[in-house]
């Protein structure tokens, strides 16, 4: 018997970017970075419809690290009281996720709406 394919994108990995511990013992902490992770996950695999999510060796890496990217920034911008996403309290609001947010789509493959 064969073990199946791990994850390609998994709340640990989530967890190990944002600098948190994963499960932690605090399910509220959990289950957020568990929404932020499978809201990506199903997001991309909807979008992306073009590539093969059963292996995570099959997922380019770009793809991956930035749909990471993308749920850390879910996970972080839910878990702050001023509802910016930042990793410290002297978070500065400069281009508050802006430029991010263009990074993260253009490595996950978002494609641009266009006229038909």
Known sequence: MTEPAPAWITPQDVALYADRVYPSGDSAMD???DGATFAVKAAI???RSDLDFSDRALV???VRQGSIYWAAQL???RN???GYAGY????SLYDALGA???EILRLVGW???GLF
Not at 88 to 91: K, N, P, Y
Request: proline fraction near 12%; glycine fraction near 8%; aromatic fraction near 4%.
């Open 31 to 33: 289950g957020r970075i």
């Open 45 to 47: 695999e909807e979008r």
């Open 60 to 62: 380019p890496e770009n």
């Open 75 to 77: 996970f972080q911008t």
């Open 80 to 82: 702050a009281p001023s």
């Open 88 to 91: 410290g309290d002297e978070t």
């Open 100 to 102: 991010r947010r263009a």
């Open 111 to 113: 494609r641009r709406p």
